[in-house]
């Protein structure tokens, strides 16, 4: 069991966090089971909560975020500080948690744990270089000052593709600015919020400041978010068609909004390109998670030049993939989040089958049954098929066949999302004319892997609005303030 594998067990809980309290039991008496999705064991039942608890949330993050914006920068900075040292600490029993509940490989998701604790380390850093300006007068008498101050109470709503990580990246700029933060993590992957905050209290952050509302009913949770006026912020990670709902309500109240959407990244190769080095990087971007990250390469487009032998090389380093149980020794795909997730990558194929494309490897279930899906290779994808256009969000890599740089760029930028995207290429000139071309908030130039806690994640389009990490990140928890002084 979860227990038996962990050094801490206390890590686990079967609370919520709920206005400075452990809770139990929601007001409703309703629960909802967390299941392992590599075997669907339940792992845990925990309190199904509504918007009465939020509502409670809400107010004591409201009060504790007053005291908490009153500390020095460095205050705020040493329990980040602490928090990032029990991350780091405990990072093998995170990884085991969030293994159970979401199936990725372990070695993954103690990478997972890292890249969130390396955000909290960064805004650790960060809550100490809020600065604003100094702007000269426009009179004689006049002194202009500009201050930064934190937005207030934080809501937020993160998926189960990154348990840790997600909530990591809105949790740290928003605690280290000053805000307060409740949050709701999503019902397949709440053991790892949870753990999280257990920390978070023992590195000492206040009490009220953070909490984590269980519930499967997202959507009154964000009704309750976007229509109290005490919360001054929301920041979602999710899906584009859920960005937009949530966006209209937040309409109401003009709510500023951190949004992290879908995205239908191209990867291309030019004829030009290391062929081994796109072959890894399509790898990695590609199969990581399972192809389950918002940053996938969800469409490979491959001059014609070398289609044939990028098509061959890749199947032969995906057949080499093992998929399994993420705690089996050397398993490197895990199974899917859910049946959804499984039908959907399994609707794909047939579309784009039916319409012409060729399974190079792959292409089915896998045989240990459950949620579990061979790694997939696809040929002579077109663009009328769904592959095209809607993100996979599986293991599922379809080649595209291009000739011209023009035309790739046109069929790279051909849709309505703005996240990744990818190109491989050893000619300086082509590198920047495309890179500056592709209509994507992020462009990996010959790497198939671009998240880092120093750089600005983040899309376009309807990929989404603001931006994660980087000296941007912190932005986006903060108001600009400007003083006008007449001295007269
Ligand atoms: P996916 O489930 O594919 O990751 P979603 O956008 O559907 O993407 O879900 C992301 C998160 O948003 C999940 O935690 C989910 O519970 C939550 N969610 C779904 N619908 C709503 C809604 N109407 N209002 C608020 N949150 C929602």
Known sequence: SLLAKLKDPSLVTDKALIAGAWVAASDSGKTFNVTNPSNGEVIATLPDMGRDETSRSIDAAYRAQKLWAAKTGKERA?????????????????????TTEMGKP?????????????????????????YGDTIPGHQQDKRIIVLKQPVGVVASITPWNFPNAMLARKFAP???????????????????????????????????LFNVILSKDSASIGKEFTENDKVRKLTFTGSTNVGKILMRQGAEQIMKLGLELGGNAPFIVFDDADLDAAVEGAMVSKYRNNGQTCVCANRLYVQAGVYDAFAKKLSEKVAAMKVGDGFEAGVNAGPLITQK??????????????????????????????????PTVLTGVTAEMKVAREETFGPVAPLFKFETEEQVIELANNTEFGLASYFYSKDVSKIF????????GMVGVNTGLISTEVAPFGGIKQSGQGREGSKYGIEDYLEIKYLCVSIE
């Open 174 to 208: 928003a605690i280290a600015a000053g805000c307060a933060m409740v949050s709701k993590p999503a019902a397949e992957t709440p053991l790892s919020a949870l753990a999280l905050a257990l920390l978070a209290e023992r590195a000492g952050l206040p009490a009220g």
């Open 341 to 374: 997730a499984l039908d959907k990558v399994e609707e794909h194929i047939a579309d784009a089958v039916s319409k012409g494309a060729k399974v190079e490897l792959g292409g089915e279930r896998d045989a240990r049954g459950g949620l579990f899906f061979q």
């Open 78 to 98: 040493v329990v980040l500080r602490k928090l990032y040292d029990l991350m780091i600490a405990n990072a093998d029993d995170l990884a085991i948690i969030l």
């Open 433 to 440: 004319r495309v890179a500056e071309a592709l209509e994507y």
């Open 106 to 130: 372990v070695a993954e998701a103690k990478g997972e744990i890292l890249y969130g604790a390396s955000y909290v380390e960064w805004f650790g850093e960060e809550a100490k270089r809020v």
